[in-house]
Each structure stands twice: as structure tokens, then as C-alpha cells.
T-cell receptor, first 112, second 115 residues
Framework: GENVEQHPSTLSVQEGDSAVIKCTYS??????FPWYKQELGKRPQLIID?????GEKKDQRIAVTLNKTAKHFSLHITETQPEDSAVYFC???????????FGDGTTLTVKP | GAVVSQHPSRVICKSGTSVKIECRSL??????MFWYRQFPKQSLMLMAT?????????EQGVEKDKFLINHASLTLSTLTVTSAHPEDSSFYIC???????????FGSGTRLTVV
């Protein structure tokens, strides 16, 4: 089955700096890669996603890049703010199956 | 936007009892619902996939007789933890596919504590 690895497990940055979280996946059939933000005790919230026919997608301060050949994708947050502090999860899924395999999560701390 | 309502948000039960968790899709039809379990500071682990009108598909290592899943309608899926034990204490969360374009939305989660 699919295996998703996420790094780093923890990340601490100063407010205003950029943060990058990386994930690799094993199943070349995966074609949908969402990123979720989860605050303590709350549900994961989709913040951005990318499909395999696209190499990069940007939404304001958040961007995701995908390298299908290398089977890795990354989340980039620019101009970080304290409210960006949360756990971020990447995931991978196939179009037919639908179920997502999640990475282990990255705890991001943005220091004011 | 698409909303999945999950209840209860928090439940404490005694060992040996059963607990039912409900997930309802409020403004869309959820033909597929995914049930996850999340331990503190850990990732979401898929337990099972429920499809409306058919038997759920369980992930390896998940006891189907202990975690009963029912998806009797297009808007309701339930997870029943039977004969709960303290090790079943966890955060249970459902997720539904919103549309064919792969969009998913999560319920608010249920914090189960078995004492």
C-alpha cells in the first residue's frame, strides 16, 4: 500500500520567516495530494491541494510543489504568522480508491 | 461549504460498554465515509472505509467486530466501539468525500475516554 513520509516532525521559525515541509510517497498511482492544518483538539482543515497534472499551486502565502518523478511534494508557507502555529499533515490518495494515507505530521511553531 | 457533523464531541464511558459515534453530511450526499483514529501527537490512522448500502472495508489490524460501522443512508455513517477498553481511548474522526474532484471534509472529531 501507499506509504507517506513527512519531514521534519517539528519546525520552529521566527515570525516573518518561511517554513517548508516535505513529504514523499511510494505509490506512483497516487494522484491527489492535500495538505491539512490541525489545531489542538480540532478537525484537520484542508489548506491547499495539488493534483498530479500540476507541478505547483499557490494560494496567497501558501504554495505546494509536486515532483512526480521523485515522488515528493512540499508545502511552503511564506511570511509566517503566530496563527500559522499548528500541526500540518500531508496526504496522498488515488482517484479510484479515495482513501488517503497521511504523513505523521509536522508541528510548526511560529515565534513572535 | 460541505459540512460533516460529528457527535458526540466528547464521551467518557466505562470499560465493557459500547459507544456510538455519528457522522452526518449536512448539505451533500456522502456515498463514502472514512473513519480515522488519532492518538495524541500522532497522525490520522485510517480504520475503515464505509460505503452507503454495503459492508465497510476495514484496514489491516482493525477488528471489525469491535468497531462496527453502519452506513445505512447517504447522509449518515456510524461507528460503534463495542466492549470498550481503556486502550480504545482516542480521538475518532470521520471524513467524507465531497465530490468527484477528490475533495474531502472532516467531522469535528470525538474524544473517547474509557475508564
Amino acid at each position: 500500500g501507499e506509504n507517506v513520509e513527512q519531514h521534519p516532525s517539528t519546525l520552529s521559525v521566527q515570525e516573518g520567516d518561511s517554513a517548508v515541509i516535505k513529504c514523499t510517497y511510494s505509490d506512483s498511482a497516487s494522484n491527489y495530494f492535500p495538505w491539512y492544518k490541525q489545531e489542538l483538539g480540532k478537525r484537520p482543515q484542508l489548506i491547499i491541494d495539488i493534483r498530479s497534472n500540476v507541478g505547483e499551486k499557490k494560494d496567497q502565502r501558501i504554495a505546494v510543489t509536486l515532483n512526480k518523478t521523485a515522488k515528493h511534494f512540499s508545502l511552503h508557507i511564506t511570511e509566517t504568522q503566530p496563527e500559522d502555529s499548528a500541526v500540518y499533515f500531508c496526504a496522498a490518495s488515488k482517484s479510484q480508491g479515495g482513501k488517503s494515507t497521511f504523513g505523521d505530521g509536522t508541528t510548526l511553531t511560529v515565534k513572535p | 461549504g460541505a459540512v460533516v457533523s460529528q457527535h458526540p464531541s466528547r464521551v467518557i464511558c466505562k470499560s465493557g460498554t459500547s459507544v456510538k459515534i455519528e457522522c452526518r453530511s449536512l448539505d451533500f450526499q456522502a456515498t463514502t465515509m472514512f473513519w480515522y483514529r488519532q492518538f495524541p501527537k500522532q497522525s490520522l490512522m485510517l480504520m475503515a472505509t464505509s460505503n452507503e448500502g454495503s459492508k465497510a472495508t476495514y484496514e489491516q489490524g482493525v477488528e471489525k467486530d469491535k468497531f462496527l460501522i453502519n452506513h445505512a443512508s447517504l447522509t449518515l455513517s456510524t461507528l460503534t466501539v463495542t466492549s470498550a477498553h481503556p486502550e480504545d481511548s482516542s480521538f475518532y474522526i470521520c471524513s467524507a468525500r465531497v465530490d468527484r474532484a477528490y475533495g474531502y471534509t472532516f467531522g469535528s472529531g470525538t474524544r473517547l475516554t474509557v475508564v
